[in-house]
C-alpha cells in the first residue's frame, strides 16, 4: 500500500500578511518548484492537457501538478479558483496521481509533489464576529488534504507594526547600497555550494543549525535536498503507539465539544484517519531534518505541537473569538451583530428590493449600530443572499 509522504501546507489569512512572499521564498528553495496563481489557473493547467498537433495526433502536456513531480506546487490566490477547477486536484492531492480519460488516452500521471496554497477569507479579511466554518469558504473534502491549516492574522499591535514598518524603510534605504556587494556574495556562495558535494552540504548545514546561524538559500536548497534524497527515517514502537493514543485524544476532545454545543456546529476541519497519516508525516519530517534514521519523543512532541497551532487552533477558533476581538482591538459584539441580521431578515423579504441608505436609517431608529448593520449588508451581498441593484448599489435585493 502507497502512502502520501509529501506536507500540504494551507496559509489562509488576511491581505498584505506576507503569504505570497512566503511561496515566493518556497519556491527558490525547494529542489523542484512550481508557482501558479489560483485566479489564472484552470483544471488542464494544473493537472494535464491533450494537445491536436498538426498531424491530427493527440498527445498529452502535462501541468503544474505534473511539471512539480518530487517537489513543490505553490497555489497563490487558492480561494479564487473555480470549485470545479479545484476538484480536479483532490486526486493529486491525496493519491499522487492523475488519472487522464480524454480523447482516446487513458494513463495515469505522477504528481508526488508537496502542495502549499494561500488564500482569504470569504469576506477578504478574517471576520472575528463570525465562526472559522463561515470565514473559511472551502469544501472539508479539500480542507481534510491538508495536514496543516494556519490562519495568518493582522492583528494591531503597535511594536509589531513598528518593526514591520523600520524592516520595510530599511529594505528601501539599503537597496541601493548593499546591491553590489550582495550579488558578489551569492555568486561566491553559489560557486561554493556548486563544489561541494550532498554529504558536505549536509554536514556543514547542521553544523550552521547547531550553532544557531543562518543558511544562505543555496546551501539550504542542497540540504533540503540531501534530506529527501537519502534520509527516510521510521517510527518505532513506541512513537506509534503514542502517536495513536493522541490521535484518539484529539477526536474524543471534538467529539465532546460538539456535543457541548448540541451538536450543531460541525467542525470545519473533520478529524479523521488522513490527520493521523499527517502527525506521522510531520514527525518523520522533524526527523529528517535532524538527518536521524529513527523518530524520537522530540520529532512526535513537536508535530503535535505544529498541528495543535496550525489546524486545531484554525477549527476551534469559534471559541477564541472573543480574545480575538480585544487582540484586534474592536468594539464591536457578536450580539449586535446577530441583532443586525434578525432585523435585515424581518424588514426585507425574500425577492423584494429595498433603499439601503433607509434600511440603515430604520435600523438605527430601532437602536442598531449603523456600521454593524452595512458590515452585514455586505456580507448578504458576498454571500449572494442579497443583490446591489441601481447605481453604486443604492438598492438591495434579497435573494433567498
Known sequence: MKLRGDI???LMGDPSTAKS???KFVEKVAPVGVYTSGKGS???GLTASVIKDAKGEFYLEGGAMVLADG???MIDEFDKMKPQDRVAIHEAMEQQTISIAKAGITTVLNSRAAVLAAANPIYGRYDDMRSASENIDLMTTILSRFDLIFIVRDIRDEERDKAIARHVMGVHVDAGANNEVNTHEAIDVANAAGEEDDETVAEKAEKIAQEGGMLDIQTFKKFVQYCRARCSP???????EVLASEY???RDTVRRRQAENGGDTAAVVPITVRQLEALVRLSESNAKMRLSSEVAAEDIAEALRLFKVATMAASETDSNNGQDLAKAGEGQDRDAYTKAEAFIKARVGIGSTVNRSRLVEEA????QNAAIVSRVLGIFVKKAEFQEKGQGGKLVKRLK
Open 364 to 367: 438605527v431608529g430601532v437602536g
Open 8 to 10: 500540504n501546507v494551507l
Open 234 to 240: 521510521r517510527l518505532s514502537e513506541e512513537s506509534s
Open 71 to 73: 517537489g513543490i506546487v
Open 21 to 23: 512572499q512566503f511561496l
Open 248 to 250: 484518539v485524544k484529539i
Open 42 to 44: 484552470s483544471a488542464a
